[in-house]
C-alpha cells in the first residue's frame, strides 16, 4: 500500500515461524531458522490470471474469485514455511518439481478452504434439524439458532487449537501481522518498538470474514424458502439449500466485509465491524520482539520490491 493510498493494497498471512505479505509486485514469506536466528525470505512474483482479474472486477462475485486466489496463494507459502518448519525438526522431506508443487500445493489449498467451509454448513444445518425442527415453525428462527450453533462449532474450535504451542506461534505471528499493517497505516517507523504500540485486531481480517458468513447466512438461508413459496423443508432439502446459496452467501458477505472496512472512520458506523474484532481475540495473540522483527522483515521486503517496479 503506497502512502498516498494506504487502505487495502498490501495484505498478510501468518505461517509457520514466519509472516507472508502480499504486495503490488511480489508475494514475500519470512521465516526464522531455528538453528542459526536467521531469517529466510520466499519471493513469488504476483502473475495475473485473467478470469480471475476479471471476476474480481464483478460485485458478489469478486469475493469468490478473491478466496480461490488467496486459498492457491496462502498454500504455496505455507508450503515453504512448512518445509522450513520440518528442516529444523530434522524431517526429510521429498522435493517434487516446482511446477508440481505449485499446482499441488494451490489445488489443495482450494480444495481445503471449499470442503473445510461445506462442513462447516452443513453440519450446524444438520444439527439445528434434528434438534429444534419439531418444535417450533419460522425460517428466521431456526436460522438464527443455526447462526448459534455455527458460532459456538467456530468458536470452541478455535479455542481448543489456540491451546496447542504451534497453533499458539501462529496466532502470535497473525498478531503481528496485523500491529506492523496498523503501524504502517499510521506513518510510523517500522520498528519493534513502534509496531508493538498498536493492536492485534485489524478490520481487514480474514476472521471477520468468517463471522459475516455466518450472519449474512441467517437472512439468505431464511429468505430463501420464503421467496419460494416453501411452508416447511426435509433434512436433505436444507442441505442442498445451503450447498446452493454457499456461493451466495460467500459473495455477499465479501461485500459486507468492504462495506464495514469503508466505514471504520465512522464513530457510529465502525461498530458494525465489531464481531470480526471479536472473533480475533481468539484468532491472534500478542507477538514477541522476534516475532514482530520476521513480520517487519516480511513487510518492509515488500516495500523494497514494490519500490522497484
Not at 22 to 31: E, I, L, S, W, Y
Not at 141 to 170: A, D, M, Q
Not at 179 to 202: M, P, R, W
Amino acid at each position: 500500500m503506497s502512502q498516498d493510498n494506504k487502505v487495502g493494497v498490501y495484505g498478510g498471512l501468518a505461517v509457520m515461524e514466519g509472516v507472508m505479505f502480499a504486495g503490488q509486485t511480489t508475494n514475500v514469506t519470512a521465516v526464522r531458522r531455528k538453528s542459526n536466528q536467521e531469517i529466510e525470505f520466499f519471493e513469488v512474483p504476483k502473475t495475473e490470471t485473467k478470469w480471475l482479474t476479471m471476476l474480481k472486477k464483478i460485485p458478489f462475485i469478486r469475493g469468490i474469485a478473491a478466496l480461490i486466489e488467496a486459498s492457491g496463494k496462502g498454500a504455496n507459502h505455507l508450503n515453504f514455511s512448512a518445509e522450513v518448519y520440518a528442516e529444523e525438526e530434522g524431517e526429510e522431506i521429498e522435493k517434487p518439481s516446482r511446477l508440481t508443487m505449485i499446482l499441488g500445493v494451490a489445488l489443495v489449498g482450494v480444495l481445503s478452504f471449499l470442503m473445510g467451509k461445506v462442513i462447516f454448513t452443513l453440519v450446524p444445518a444438520a444439527l439445528e434439524y434434528i434438534l429444534f425442527e419439531r418444535f417450533f415453525d419460522g425460517f428466521f428462527l431456526h436460522n438464527i439458532i443455526e447462526g448459534l450453533i455455527k458460532i459456538i462449532i467456530l468458536f470452541g474450535y478455535l479455542y481448543v487449537i489456540s491451546l496447542t504451542p504451534l497453533i499458539k506461534r501462529l496466532f502470535q505471528y497473525h498478531g503481528a501481522e496485523h500491529k506492523v499493517i496498523s503501524c504502517y497505516e499510521a506513518g510510523l517507523d517500522l520498528t519493534v518498538k513502534n509496531v508493538q504500540k498498536f493492536s492485534t485486531l485489524h478490520y481487514r481480517c480474514g476472521s471477520s470474514f468468517m463471522v459475516f458468513t455466518v450472519i449474512v447466512g441467517v437472512f439468505v438461508y431464511a429468505a430463501y424458502p420464503v421467496l419460494m413459496g416453501y411452508e416447511s423443508i426435509t433434512l436433505w432439502e436444507k442441505l442442498l439449500q445451503r450447498l446452493f446459496l454457499l456461493p451466495v452467501v460467500i459473495g455477499v458477505s465479501f461485500e459486507v466485509l468492504r462495506f464495514t472496512n469503508s466505514l471504520r472512520e465512522v464513530p457510529v458506523l465502525k461498530y458494525l465491524g465489531y464481531p470480526g474484532l471479536w472473533l480475533q481475540k481468539l484468532t491472534t495473540k500478542q507477538p514477541t520482539d522476534d516475532q514482530v522483527e520476521v513480520s517487519i522483515a516480511s513487510f518492509k521486503r515488500v516495500l523494497e520490491l514494490d519500490a522497484r517496479k
